[in-house]
């Protein structure tokens, strides 16, 4: 049996049956808006808009997620009943979960910092100009990480 949770949630949020809630207990860092094509697909929308923190200042606060894994680095949370999506999770050690921005109770507090995977971002989606952006595997670091993806999801 789990203890219960004594920390102060700083940020909550969860699916639109009520099904599922989360809580982060440490500010939200890294917000961000991911236009390439796993993240489009996986939303079903132009783009994911994520915001998270450490794993160990988070917790499923209310029933349990379904999980697809959209390639082998990498995991996304989705409320089974309803099928919001919720989460997304690199599989590394001490990686960050992140929540997507829509299913938190207050998107209205984040702040965009960063946008990802700008080669894939549809001409006609103009927003957030003003906010940084890097194509997908711009870095060495990230070319590394990317080497051995094995995307999940069917294009069939």
């Not at 089974?80 to 050690?93: A, D, I, M, V």
């Not at 890097?134 to 069939?156: H, P, V």
Request: proline share 4%.
């Amino acid at each position: 049996m789990s203890k219960p949770e004594t920390r102060q949630a700083v940020a909550t949020g969860g699916c639109q049956c009520g099904g599922i809630r989360y809580a982060f207990y440490a500010q939200l860092e890294n917000a961000h808006v991911c236009h390439c094509r796993m993240c489009q697909r996986a939303t079903g929308g132009l783009f994911a808009a994520l915001v998270g923190g450490q794993a160990n200042n988070f917790a499923w606060t209310r029933g349990s997620p379904a999980f697809f894994a959209s390639s082998n680095l990498a995991r996304r949370g989705y409320c089974g009943k309803c099928g919001t999506p919720l989460s997304f999770q690199y599989s590394t050690p001490g990686a960050r979960i992140y929540s997507t921005i829509g299913s938190l109770d207050h998107p209205e507090d984040v702040v965009l910092v960063k946008q990802f995977g700008v080669e894939s971002q549809l001409a006609w989606v103009k927003f957030c100009e003003q906010i940084p952006g890097e194509r997908t595997g711009e870095s060495a670091q990230a070319q590394d990480f990317l080497a051995s993806l094995q995307n999940n999801q069917s294009r069939d």
